[in-house]
């Protein structure tokens, strides 16, 4: 039996199998809380109200939050994401989206695209769904296909996969073989004519190969077109991420960089070329956007 009462300024207090529960009307899912209380869904209460009870519940038991630290898979985490979820829980916003995310995220094979990719989608102003997966955007020609070979079909409903292992993994490229999914902004301004629409792609964080770092965009090996976008005013030319935003390529040690600085182009016999002789070797897959 659920006994409860909602308060003049909103919040609940509820008694469930003996325990008693203050809901704020800041808790993460006083929503849903609410819908129970509609349907005196008893069982589904039971986990909404409590908080760490539901996250295991929507992570599969991957993700714990034990005083103040958030563990996946029993280790602890501390990663940018990882971070941004105890923020929204410390102040009670809405986590599932996130930690679907970081379920998802956590599949992906490239050490950099798990550490970098949270912090480029929120650069980039790009939106993380409910089931985890994110949106970005592409710019098409007239009849859908891609502005740059012209021979890869984005119609609505279309998903366009490669195997990964012909995605270009080098992020330091922001142009190569691959999949290409940018921020609006960027998208914006690429092949932008009266007749070439901007697409709404979906992505899954796992299919992430490259993240770059200082283009607006990235390369996947996979994404499903969801639409086409009807307006951009939503979001200005300079959207900016919070204050505090480091990429993890700062951390790259020197000594590394200097290899790769002074590395020799195999194909043009040039220092400082970074494989951009290479970006047509592959039209088939190398979208530029």
């Not at 929503?31 to 005196?40: R, V």
Request: with cysteine; charged share 30%; hydrophobic share 30%.
């Amino acid at each position: 039996m659920i006994t409860w009462i909602i308060g003049a300024d909103g919040n609940m207090n509820l008694i469930v199998d003996k325990k008693s529960h203050s809901i704020p009307t800041t808790h993460p899912n006083y929503a849903k809380i609410k819908d129970c209380l509609k349907s005196q869904d008893e069982e589904t209460l039971k986990t909404l109200v409590d908080i760490p009870k539901h996250i295991a519940q929507v992570s599969s038991g991957n993700v714990e939050i034990r005083n103040g630290v958030l563990y996946y898979k029993g280790k602890e985490s501390h990663s940018y994401v990882a971070n941004k979820i105890l923020a929204f829980y410390n102040e009670g916003l809405p986590m599932d989206n996130l930690i679907k995310f970081l379920d998802r995220l956590m599949e992906n094979p490239s050490k950099h695209a798990v550490e970098e990719l949270y912090s480029f989608l929120e650069l980039r102003g790009i939106p993380i769904t409910p089931n985890g997966t994110f949106l970005g955007y592409k710019r098409v020609t007239s009849d859908f296909m891609d502005c740059y070979s012209r021979t890869i079909s984005y119609k609505v409903g279309t998903t366009v996969e490669i195997p990964r292992n012909e995605v270009d993994d080098n992020w330091r490229l922001s142009c190569s073989s691959g999949v290409h999914v940018g921020g609006l902004s960027y998208v914006r301004g690429f092949h932008n004519t009266p007749d070439n629409p901007i697409i709404i792609v979906e992505v899954d964080p796992k299919d992430v190969v490259a993240v770059s770092t200082s283009e607006e965009k990235l390369r996947t090996c996979k994404l499903k077109v969801i639409d086409v976008l009807e307006t951009d005013d939503f979001m200005p030319d300079n959207y900016y991420a919070p204050s505090g935003y480091t990429s993890v390529d700062n951390d790259i040690e020197e000594e590394d960089e200097d290899d790769f600085d002074e590395e020799t182009c195999d194909s043009c016999g040039e220092t400082d070329c970074y494989g951009e002789c290479e970006d047509e070797e592959d039209e088939e897959f190398d979208d530029e956007e």
